[in-house]
């Protein structure tokens, strides 16, 4: 049997969730997603666009 939820009934769902289980769908999010190794290899790649953020004046924002 399958169920069709709609992005709002999931986001509803993920609400309903405690902070425990939200973070353990977070870590499970990537296996779920249907996202290719390519995919996921151009993100890898992308990753050092994002260097500049990495510096003492924007780590106030880390925690955020």
Known sequence: MSIAL???DLSDA???LNQQEQKMLL??????QKIT???LA???VAESSFD?????EDSLYDDL
């Open 6 to 8: 709609s992005l709002k």
């Open 14 to 16: 993920v609400e309903h």
């Open 27 to 32: 870590c499970k999010l990537l296996s779920l």
């Open 37 to 39: 190794f390519e995919d």
């Open 42 to 44: 151009l993100l890898k």
């Open 52 to 56: 500049f953020w990495d510096n003492p």
